[in-house]
């Protein structure tokens, strides 16, 4: 039901910043919880930030907690992840997903997500 395409990300060096979109083909989107996953080559599928309908609350793991920063546009149909200080360690492809959930509801584990794009790339360099 829910299309998403990421996009933004790209090759950059430590201490810059990137910020990825990810953008979604339905007309309910503001009644989804969405959230930002990444996963490096030969290791699992991690979360990292999360948002509830409204934008109101958020939150991410201790890994990216003030340095990466979740938003969304509902007129748009848009989510961002800005990430600030990167890190060679944050490389990986960056995914964004959909859920249907309670208004309030920030979802953080991947079987609770329903809708995933396809990812966008981000390499961090040293």
């Known amino acids: 039901q829910v299309q998403l395409v990421e996009s933004g990300g790209g090759l950059v060096q430590a201490g810059d910043s990137l910020r990825l979109s990810c953008a979604a083909s339905e007309r309910t989107f503001s009644s989804y919880a969405m959230g930002w996953f990444r996963q490096a080559p030969g290791t699992e599928r991690t979360f990292v930030a999360g948002i509830n309908w409204s934008g109101g609350r958020t939150y991410y793991p201790d890994s990216v907690k003030g340095r990466f920063t979740i938003s969304r546009n509902n007129a748009k149909n848009t989510v961002y992840l800005q990430m600030n200080s990167l890190k060679p360690e944050d490389t990986a492809v960056y995914y964004c997903?959909?859920?249907?959930?309670?208004?309030?509801?920030?979802?953080?584990?991947?079987?609770?997500?329903?809708?995933w794009g396809q990812g966008t790339q981000v390499t961090v360099s040293s």
């Open positions: 997903a959909a859920a249907w959930a309670n208004e309030l509801a920030v979802i953080t584990t991947m079987k609770e997500y329903e809708y």
